[in-house]
């Protein structure tokens, strides 16, 4: 009978035990946990403008128990320090999982989103994650009107990206294709794209043509289909059959031959982009081989006035197809981007035309050498007479033409001299270049050069203010 009343006594004390574990007794210890927080995804609000939306997934105790339940959760948003958004949401049950939604999202910057959530008993723990939302449009604004600038090397092609060894367009050139550089390529706020070509554009044999020419636009290259665009920081994307900047035939990995099917949307990788004043630049590269890589120059903005002198200091424009050499049918030699580090004591020399007819050449310690010169590689030297800027010039600016003065007096490349090139000619007391263009965005003046070095051969100097 005794142990009866002990076993019942035992199974009695557990049986409060239990009970005290499901809270139902106060005065005895029992251990209660925070509840646990997940946070999901942000699957929107990243842009600026997006509606910000991540989801937050709850857990307290035991379906069931009696311990406690969820109670409430809290939110803050913050930049900086500062409070942008905040909320809080009721919480019931063991398990929730709740959406958080910021209308209209943020700016573009870093945000941290912090919770915390409790349970019925106060308990709470805390959780957040770091986010960063990015511009709706990139920093440079590529809306407006956009054509081919008119400067040497603004259509190149070769085997990398800025390079122009399989053709890059001289001046002369420019001048032919003149009905291909005023077609106008519109990028509208909305998101459209359009072309105008007005009555002509250029055209090649692919397009059914007996020969390269100006001619009267051909569809679906010719401006009349609807186009839309979208771009990056980085990357430029047009579709619509038809549409292109630059030439017509090039798309993403090939050149349309007759008969092709025009590509429904093409994307070009934006390599670099400018704004002085008014004037925007932008240059676009597109592979369409392996080993070949178009680029194109576009200009937007108030055409460059012309610049009323060249007085002051100048050097080579640091840019591909800076100094070119063919002879209007094709292209010899044209510098590539790489050339503006890997011959940076050249892109370093500076040319002073003086107020007062005097030109001098700052070479530094080093300059471009080549083996006409006695060296056994091109490689940068030491400046060589008579080509160091050590002696006496002087310069003439009349109808066009530039002449400069003094024997060693030159731009960019001494071998080019009028006539020839050196050493297969005597070095000469003076040399004279044709001035193509002379303009101003009224930050920088731009200077175009060309000089005849024997039949059509003609080497292209392209110069900015320094």
């Not at 002990?6 to 009695?12: K, P």
């Not at 069931?64 to 009721?90: F, H, M, N, Q």
């Not at 009555?199 to 186009?227: H, M, R």
């Not at 008969?259 to 994307?267: L, R, S, V």
Request: aromatic share 10%; charged share 15%; hydrophobic share 40%.
């Amino acid at each position: 009978m005794k142990n009866l009343i002990q076993n019942g006594l035992l199974v009695l004390f557990s049986a409060l035990i239990i009970s005290a574990c499901d809270n139902g007794f106060a005065d005895i210890p029992i251990v209660d946990t925070a509840p646990s927080i997940q946070l999901g995804a942000i699957t929107s609000g990243t842009t600026e403008d997006e509606d910000f939306v991540i989801s937050v997934t709850l857990k307290d105790a035991v379906e069931g128990s009696k311990i406690s339940s969820l109670g409430e959760l809290d939110y803050v948003i913050t930049s900086g320090g500062a409070s942008i958004a905040s909320g809080k949401e009721v919480l019931t049950g063991w398990t929730q999982t709740v959406t958080i939604r910021v209308a209209g999202g943020f700016p573009a910057g870093d945000y941290n989103f912090d919770v915390t959530a409790r349970d019925s008993n106060g308990n709470s723990s805390v959780d957040n994650v770091s986010f960063t939302v990015a511009p709706a449009k990139p920093a440079f604004d590529i809306t407006g009107v956009w054509s081919m600038e008119q400067v040497p090397g603004s259509l190149a092609v070769g085997p990398g990206p800025g390079t122009g060894d399989f053709f890059s367009i001289n001046a002369g050139q420019i001048t032919t294709r003149a009905c291909f550089y005023d077609d106008t390529y519109t990028f509208e706020p909305d998101g459209t794209f359009k072309i105008d070509m007005g009555d002509a554009t250029w055209l090649e044999p692919w397009q059914g043509v007996n020969s390269d020419a100006c001619g009267t636009p051909i569809a679906p290259f010719d401006g009349k289909g609807s186009y839309t665009y979208s771009y990056s920081s980085t990357s430029l994307t047009l579709v619509g059959v038809g549409a292109h900047v630059g030439l017509a035939k090039v798309f993403n990995n090939g050149e349309l031959a007759a008969g092709d099917t025009p590509a429904n949307q093409i994307t070009y990788t934006i390599a670099d982009q400018s704004q002085t004043g008014n004037v925007k630049r932008m240059t676009l590269h597109i592979q369409v081989s392996p080993g070949a890589w178009w680029t194109f120059k576009l200009i937007s903005g108030a055409d460059a006035p012309a610049a009323t002198t060249i007085e002051g200091n100048w050097k080579i424009a640091p840019e591909a197809g800076a100094f070119v050499v063919g002879d209007g049918n094709q292209v010899f030699f044209s510098n590539p981007l790489s050339d503006v580090t890997g011959r940076d004591c050249l892109f370093d020399d500076i040319y002073t035309f003086d107020a007062n007819g005097d030109f001098s050449i700052e070479m530094g310690n080093s300059t471009w050498l080549e083996p006409w010169q006695g060296v056994s590689d091109p490689t940068c030297g030491t400046p060589l007479a008579p080509h160091d800027g050590a002696g006496t010039y002087t310069y003439e600016l009349s109808g066009g033409k530039l002449k400069l003065i003094g024997t060693g007096a030159h731009v960019v490349l001494p071998k080019a001299v009028n006539g020839g090139e050196l050493p297969n000619v005597p070095v000469p007391n003076e040399v004279t270049y044709d001035v193509l263009s002379l303009t101003s965005d009224g930050t920088t003046k731009r200077m175009v050069l060309e000089i005849n070095v024997g039949g059509s051969v003609r080497w292209t100097f392209t110069l900015v203010s320094a």
